[in-house]
Nanobody, 127 residues
Framework: QPQLVESGGGLVQPGGSLRLSCLVS????????IGWFRQAPGKEREGVSC????????KYADSVKGRFTVSREKAKNTVYLQMNSLKPEDTAVYYC????????????????????WGRGIQVTVSS
C-alpha cells in the first residue's frame, strides 16, 4: 500500500525558512510524480509545487515562485519542499501526494490526478 508521510513543519517567523520532507513507501519515485498542496483554514486545498517522475521537471504556483524549491532524493525515497521568505499567508496544512500518471514529461498540480495522500503537516508563519 503506497504511503506518504510529511515532516518538518512548525512555527516560523515571517521571512524565515522551513524544509518539509515527504517520505514515500510502497512505490517508486521513478514512476510517480509528487505534488505539494496546502489548505488554509476556510479555504480550498491548492497546489503549491510538483516534481515529475521521469525527468525531475518542476512546477510552482505563482504565489510561491522564487521562494519555494521542490527536490527529490530517490535513494532516500524522499521529496523535499524548501520554503524561504515565508509569509503569514503561507500558513496552512501542507500535504504531499502521488500522481501515477505523467503526461508529456511534466507533473501536474491538479488535485484529482493524485491518488495517494499524506496526512498533512501544519506550517504556521507568525511573529
Amino acid at each position: 500500500q503506497p504511503q506518504l508521510v510529511e515532516s518538518g513543519g512548525g512555527l516560523v517567523q515571517p521571512g524565515g525558512s522551513l524544509r518539509l520532507s515527504c517520505l514515500v513507501s510502497g512505490f517508486s519515485l521513478d514512476y510517480y510524480s509528487i505534488g505539494w498542496f496546502r489548505q488554509a483554514p476556510g479555504k480550498e486545498r491548492e497546489g503549491v509545487s510538483c516534481i515529475t517522475s521521469t525527468n525531475g521537471a518542476t512546477k510552482y504556483a505563482d504565489s510561491v515562485k522564487g521562494r519555494f524549491t521542490v527536490s527529490r532524493e530517490k535513494a532516500k525515497n524522499t521529496v523535499y519542499l524548501q520554503m524561504n521568505s515565508l509569509k503569514p499567508e503561507d500558513t496552512a496544512v501542507y500535504y504531499c501526494a502521488a500522481d501515477p500518471l505523467t503526461v508529456e514529461d511534466m507533473c501536474t498540480m491538479k488535485l484529482s490526478r493524485h491518488d495517494y495522500w499524506g496526512r498533512g503537516i501544519q506550517v504556521t508563519v507568525s511573529s
